[in-house]
């Protein structure tokens, strides 16, 4: 009997942004703050070393990134160029971007959500819904996985499109997905097995766990 291809998935969100006035930024190209250094030394030592990088389009994941694998090269420890994959990006908030919580629930008519701004399903104008962030994230997961079998994969992401991995893997209702928390600098461990037994193709070790020290946000 063939032994079983497990390609582990280390998924860490971007370092917090500055301030932005809370305005919702979605796939705005805004920049994070990597002053913290103790907080990457504190992450690159939880990470493996022989691993596939990936980052999302955006520039706070790239930032963030650079800030852990300068960490990594403190130790000697060589860095291989992020794979840029646009895939992985936080949600599109579309029309929505560049304006406040309070905003976007007075063009929804009053109406709240119990953890984010708007039911799964709900696609701002020119958007997108959670629902489609999880098909978009789910196809960049299946892309990686085929081309990485057997590797790590260490993706530095988005609290949107590190939910929706989650998703995936515990084949979660997306209104459920949209309650756990992801912290910035937060570690998130899935591994995807592919071979003999039974059960899901997915096993999750660890959620939001606050390696580089930041609150939940």
Same mark, same amino acid.
């Given at each position: 009997?063939?032994?079983?291809?497990?390609?582990r998935?280390?998924?860490?969100?971007? !370092?917090?942004? /500055?301030?932005?006035g @809370?305005?919702?930024?979605g796939?705005? %190209?805004?920049?994070?703050?990597?002053?913290?250094?103790?907080?990457?030394q504190?992450?690159?030592?939880a990470?493996?070393r022989?691993?596939?990088?990936?980052?999302?389009?955006?520039?706070?994941?790239?930032?963030?990134?650079?800030? &852990?694998?300068?960490?990594?090269?403190?130790?000697?420890? !060589?860095?291989?160029?992020?794979?840029?994959?646009? %895939?992985? =990006?936080?949600?599109?908030?579309?029309?929505?971007?560049?304006?406040?919580?309070?905003?976007?629930?007075?063009?929804?008519?009053?109406?709240?959500?119990?953890?984010?701004?708007?039911?799964a399903?709900?696609?701002?104008?020119? @958007?997108?819904?959670?629902?489609?962030?999880i098909?978009?994230v789910?196809? !960049?997961?299946?892309?990686?996985?085929? !081309?990485?079998?057997?590797?790590?994969i260490?993706?530095? =992401?988005?609290?949107?499109?590190i939910?929706?991995?989650?998703?995936?893997?515990?084949?979660?209702?997306?209104?459920?997905?949209?309650?756990?928390?992801? @912290?910035?600098?937060?570690?998130?461990? &899935? %591994?995807?097995? %592919?071979?003999?037994?039974? @059960?899901?193709?997915?096993?999750?070790?660890a959620?939001?766990?606050?390696?580089?020290?930041?609150? /939940?946000?």
């Amino acid at each position: 009997m063939s032994e079983a291809v497990v390609t582990r998935w280390w998924w860490i969100r971007h !370092a917090p942004v /500055p301030d932005q006035g @809370g305005r919702i930024y979605g796939q705005t %190209d805004v920049s994070a703050d990597t002053s913290d250094t103790a907080a990457f030394q504190a992450i690159a030592t939880a990470l493996p070393r022989d691993a596939v990088w990936v980052t999302s389009h955006l520039r706070r994941t790239h930032q963030t990134a650079e800030a &852990i694998a300068a960490a990594l090269n403190q130790s000697g420890v !060589a860095v291989p160029e992020p794979l840029a994959e646009p %895939d992985l =990006a936080e949600q599109n908030f579309g029309a929505w971007q560049g304006l406040s919580h309070h905003e976007v629930v007075a063009l929804r008519g009053g109406a709240r959500h119990r953890f984010w701004l708007a039911p799964a399903d709900q696609a701002p104008p020119e @958007g997108e819904s959670f629902t489609h962030l999880i098909a978009r994230v789910s196809a !960049a997961i299946r892309r990686l996985v085929e !081309a990485h079998a057997g590797r790590d994969i260490i993706a530095v =992401a988005h609290g949107g499109s590190i939910r929706a991995a989650l998703a995936v893997a515990l084949d979660l209702n997306p209104e459920a997905a949209l309650a756990i928390e992801v @912290g910035h600098l937060s570690l998130t461990r &899935i %591994d995807h097995i %592919d071979g003999p037994g039974a @059960g899901n193709a997915w096993r999750v070790g660890a959620v939001n766990l606050p390696l580089g020290n930041q609150p /939940p946000s």
